[in-house]
């Protein structure tokens, strides 16, 4: 399989995987999925895409258990801590 192959492959399984997003109102949704999408094409390593999945889900379960009306700025948050954690790996060289 090409490079280009497994990224769309990595792309349709998050965007088919229903839950991923369960419990997530549109908006939420749609959130998680652009970054989702976004990181699965970084990546290309299969155990990197499946952490990418467990990732998603955690988030999908936090910001779901938020009121309808807060869940899109509950995702966005989430999403800014994992994306501090990446920053501090690639900074700590691992």
Not at 8 to 31: G, N
Not at 37 to 60: C, H, N, P, W, Y
């Amino acid at each position: 399989m090409t490079d280009l192959e497994s990224h769309r492959y990595a792309v349709e399984r998050i965007l088919e995987d229903e839950s991923l997003t369960a419990d997530l109102t549109d908006d939420a949704a749609k959130t998680l999925l652009d970054w989702g999408v976004t990181r699965a094409k970084e990546l290309g390593q299969e155990k990197k895409f499946a952490d990418l999945r467990r990732a998603m889900k955690r988030i999908s379960r936090e910001a779901g258990k938020a009121a309808p009306e807060a869940q899109t700025e509950w995702v966005r948050a989430l999403l800014a801590e994992i994306e501090a954690e990446i920053t501090m790996e690639v900074k700590d060289g691992a």
